[in-house]
């Protein structure tokens, strides 16, 4: 049967494909932590590796994709698909325009896909990121990338999840039996908008967020503020001044921490800038901050 438009779900636990758009859909298998899936062709010559299942919860897989552009550079970014910890499935063609600035710079962009709220809850959601990035570094010759040269970038939720992957990174666990878990979890360079970066004062019953809902004993385990050090990669908050959801005060205190750490750091304030930045202005504007950043530090 020939697929004309390729649909996928989280809930297809271990079906993992990679096809163009007119080709026979086929299963791929994860043996060992290594991506098997195979590339294909995508518009503008980028290369496409679908619904890569980098790890499991509940029966349900959870997913990456891979978008090569047309004259790579080896270096990648990965954008963390999460709002209020909520991680919305969507087709990586229709992410082509959100992530142009970066692909037209030479950067393959990985978009993530973690456990939900409000399912699953934040410390989870880090965990999936975190062996993400793992299953990344493990198959960075597979997609024609340096694993020594991988950013991360969200926004919001995103954010908190980006600054957890670059604040607390570590080399594996050379003892484990899972493959993954043995293989590093470095990043070299972060953007982050609008991040919440201190969830002890947040954690709790929250019927807006309901991933914010867990022990508050955790919550210094997830909190960016927490894991600041002389050791972290550079890093670019960019918030909005007229954001009431998360404050101003959030984005540089985190911002304050890392300079006085001696981290390279840059702090850009959007005038005006709401949360979301749903001024097309405003988010134009933070996207270049965030694709020169990455341009300067991958």
Not at 46 to 57: A, K, P
Not at 85 to 97: D, F, H, K, Q, Y
Not at 137 to 164: C, E, P, Q, W
């Amino acid at each position: 049967m020939k697929a004309l438009v390729l649909v996928t779900s989280l809930l297809l636990a271990g079906c993992v494909s990679a096809t163009s758009i007119d080709a026979p859909i086929a299963p791929s298998l994860i043996t060992g932590g290594i991506a098997d899936n195979q590339p294909a062709a995508a518009a503008d010559g980028m290369t496409l590796f679908r619904d890569v299942v980098y790890g499991h919860h509940d029966g349900m897989a959870n997913v990456y994709d891979v978008i090569k552009p047309a004259n790579p550079n080896g270096s990648a970014v990965l954008y963390m698909v999460s709002g209020g910890w909520v991680s919305r499935w969507a087709a990586p063609e229709t992410r082509l325009a959100q992530f142009r600035p970066l692909l037209d710079a030479g950067i393959t962009v990985i978009p993530i896909h973690h456990g939900s709220a409000p399912r699953f809850k934040v410390p989870e959601a880090h965990a999936d990121v975190k062996r993400a990035l793992r299953h990344v570094s493990l198959n960075a010759a597979t997609y024609g990338i340096d694993a020594k040269r991988l950013g991360v970038f969200g926004g919001s939720a995103g954010g908190h999840l980006s600054l957890m992957l670059g604040l607390n990174g570590d080399d594996g666990d050379p003892g484990a039996t899972d493959p993954v878990l043995r293989g590093p979890a470095r990043i070299k360079a972060v953007v982050a908008y609008y991040p919440p970066v201190d969830l002890r004062t947040m954690t709790g019953p929250n019927e807006r967020f309901p991933a914010l809902d867990f022990p508050k004993d955790q919550a210094a385990t997830i909190s960016p503020i927490l894991f600041v050090d002389a050791k972290d990669p550079p890093t670019l908050i960019v918030h909005g001044d007229a954001d009431t959801l998360v404050p101003l005060s959030s984005g540089k205190s985190i911002y304050e921490a890392l300079k006085a750490a001696g981290v390279k750091a840059e702090f850009d304030i959007i005038a005006s800038g709401d949360h979301g930045f749903s001024e097309p202005t405003h988010r134009a504007q933070a996207g270049a901050f965030m694709a020169n950043w990455f341009k300067a530090n991958l």
